[in-house]
C-alpha cells in the first residue's frame, strides 16, 4: 500500500464557542482546508506552525514524541481543533511539528470520525458499514 492523502477542513474550536455566544460572527471562524497524509500508525493530528499560525490556536501543553526516525524531540500540543471529513468531523488536541512539515491525520481522530484507509482505492473514505453518520464501538 502505497501513502494516502485526504483533503480535510480544520477549524478553531475556540472561534466555534466565541461565535455561538455571538462575541464574533460566524464568517469570523478561522479554517483552512489542508491535504493531509492519512497515518493510522500515528495516534494524533499533527500539523505545522503554519497551520497553528493561521488558525491561532492556543498551546495546552509539551509532549514527548517519537518521530518516525526514532528520534525523540519535544513538541507543543494545541487546540482544541475541529477536523472535518465528508458527513463527519471530530475535535482533538494537536502536535505542533516543525516548520511547514507534513500534516498528519492519525488513528484517534480517524477512529472518532469513523473513517477507513481503503487500500486498493489508497484514499481515506467514510466507512460504508455507516455511511450516514459515525458509529462508536463501546465494547
Known sequence: MGLVHAEIELVSSDDIAFASKGIISKDQIKKMT?????DSGAYM???NETVK???DLRF?????????DGSKVKLEIVGPVEVRFGNRSTTCRAVVLPGDAEILLGAI???DMDVIIH???QKMMVNPKSPNYAQKSLK
Open 34 to 38: 489542508v491535504t493531509a497524509l492519512v
Open 45 to 47: 493530528l499533527a500539523i
Open 60 to 68: 495546552i501543553d509539551e509532549q514527548i514524541a517519537e518521530l518516525a
Open 53 to 55: 499560525a493561521q488558525l
Open 109 to 111: 481522530p480517524m477512529e
Open 119 to 121: 487500500p486498493r482505492e
